[in-house]
């Protein structure tokens, strides 16, 4: 079993005190949270679900070095599955 990045809880964590009751970012939230200026950017470098959000746990993991995980989430960022 692969061992969790040693910043993902505590990237975790902020991400709750920022966006509490929430599981799913907005891409404005994601230009907050990021640093990143533009869509295509956050799109670039993190799989959204959900027509465009952003779930947390996987931002912190990859915020925390724990990369994109399966190389074929471009072709699944689109997703069918509804919210």
Sequence with gaps: M?????DYRATLEQL???YP???LLTLEEMKAV????TRNSIIKHFPSVCGGRYNK??????LAGGGK???KWQEK????GSC
Excluded at 2 to 6: F, N, R, V, Y
Excluded at 34 to 37: C, V
Excluded at 57 to 62: E, P, Q
């Design 77 to 80: 960022r689109k997703g069918t």
């Design 57 to 62: 746990s996987t931002v912190a993991r990859i």
């Design 34 to 37: 990021t640093g990143y200026r």
């Design 2 to 6: 692969p061992k969790e990045k040693t």
């Design 16 to 18: 709750n005190n920022l």
């Design 69 to 71: 995980g399966d190389p």
């Design 21 to 23: 009751g929430r599981e």
